[in-house]
């Protein structure tokens, strides 16, 4: 069927204010399909930043290393390049053939600085990063992506300052420039937290705002008037450091870690959830994430409503989180991350008697589809199996 915005004029994002026709709804309605990849998200994928951590959790590793595959592949990650120096927690853009690198958090062995450098890589072209311009301030986002692009400008809003507190502020900059980022806006509350973005606006998911729960918050920003604050656009579960994507009409939040139904204690809710982009809403379920068993976990961790299959199995569930996730316009894919897993204490004080494991292995989901994460068959490769955890990088897509 032919392509709806090529037939009208119409992008998706526009179609229900146009037509009072929901952009989920449009193919139902009218018989023609809605196009919901965006052109600078494409087939080759890279992943960044993820950091290591031992078995007992007492050192973390940052790591400069730059992975890429083909999306929708069968294939295990290949060496691109390196990041200038060792980081986690860098936000990660796309648009014009390059992948941005802003924000930029060293850790290595409980030493960390937090910069304002921005890194740049032509997706195309494996190689190390080169230096773009700077970030007005020196911050940091959890699990990278802490705001989105429509390709052409990016957007992100602050995690955490370099004094480690938490920061509302937005910054914005032109992607296909060395050019240093501008002042922008503000979020509705002040919060680390990861984001995605569609052509018209950027979403900010929940996120760590100093308290228990966690914040629920979605937020919203738009390209057009970056310097705007943002708006709440809807809820979803209380959580942290949740990694999202998408497409053009549908938003992607994969399981968090530290849910925040209680003030303190680490666990992960089990299931991926999504929302409207195209107008105000909180999220759905989606299906379940990456579960692995947890011979001891505790039933009350669980959040509220999770379903009985789920909560009152032998053994227990947690879902695999943190890790970035991809998008090429049609399935995200889940690269690495941590879960819990085993019956033994990991001697860090966490409630359950279960272990943290590091995952390698690249889950997937199909964005207009409902349903739980698939596995590829295929991981992240040549990275060793020593450490517990191997997550909080970011990713990007392009060609």
Same mark, same amino acid.
């Given at each position: 069927m032919a392509d709806i915005e090529t037939l009208m004029g119409v992008s998706a994002t526009d179609i229900e204010k146009v037509m009072g026709v929901s952009a989920g709804d449009i193919e139902s309605v009218m018989g023609v399909d809605l196009v919901t990849s965006n052109a600078w998200q494409g087939t080759r994928a890279l992943g960044y930043g993820q950091a290591h951590e031992s078995p007992e959790g007492s050192t973390q590793t940052a790591t400069d290393r730059i992975l890429y595959k083909t999306m929708a592949s069968g294939s295990t990650t290949s060496d691109f390049g390196n990041l200038e120096e060792l980081s986690n927690f860098a936000s990660g853009l796309q648009g014009g053939g390059r992948c941005m690198f802003a924000g930029i958090?060293?850790?290595?062995?409980?030493?960390? #600085?937090?910069? /304002?450098?921005?890194?740049?890589? %032509?997706?195309?072209?494996?190689?190390?990063?080169?230096? #773009?311009?700077? &970030? %007005?301030?020196?911050? #940091?986002?959890?699990?990278?992506?802490?705001?989105?692009? /429509?390709? %052409? %400008?990016? &957007?992100?809003?602050?995690?955490?300052?370099?004094?480690?507190? &938490?920061?509302?502020? #937005?910054?914005?900059f032109t992607i296909s420039s060395t050019g240093n980022a501008s002042a922008g806006g503000d979020r509705t509350v002040s919060r680390a937290s990861n984001g995605m973005g569609n052509s018209t606006r950027i979403f900010l998911i929940m996120g760590y705002d100093g308290s228990a729960p966690r914040s629920n918050i979605i937020d919203a920003m738009t390209y057009a008037s970056p310097t705007s604050d943002a708006s709440d656009w809807g809820d979803a579960f209380t959580g942290n450091n949740c990694p999202a994507e998408g497409d053009e009409s549908r938003g992607i939040i994969f399981p968090s870690y530290t849910d925040g139904t209680t003030a303190s204690g680490e666990f992960s809710n089990v299931y991926i959830h999504y929302f409207s982009l195209a107008s105000a809403s909180n999220a759905s379920e989606f299906g379940y994430g990456s579960l692995k068993d947890c011979d001891d976990a505790d039933e009350s961790w669980y959040p509220s409503g999770i379903d009985s299959t789920v909560s009152s199995s032998t053994p227990h569930k947690f879902a695999k989180h943190d890790g970035p996730v991809m998008s090429d316009g049609t399935r995200c894919e889940q690269w690495s991350g941590e879960t819990y897993t085993g019956s033994s204490n990991d001697g860090s004080g966490h409630k359950n008697a279960c272990v943290k494991l590091g995952d390698k292995d690249i889950f997937y989901i199909t964005i207009q589809s409902t349903g739980n994460a698939a596995d590829s068959g295929y991981d992240v490769g040549d990275h060793g199996d020593t450490f517990s955890r191997f997550s909080d990088g970011a990713g990007c897509t392009g060609t």
């Open positions: 958090y060293e850790k290595t062995n409980g030493s960390f #600085a937090i910069t /304002n450098r921005m890194q740049y890589i %032509t997706v195309a072209s494996t190689g190390n990063t080169t230096d #773009a311009g700077d &970030l %007005t301030k020196a911050v #940091a986002n959890p699990i990278g992506n802490g705001g989105g692009s /429509n390709g %052409t %400008t990016g &957007l992100i809003v602050h995690g955490y300052n370099s004094s480690w507190g &938490l920061s509302n502020e #937005a910054e914005y």
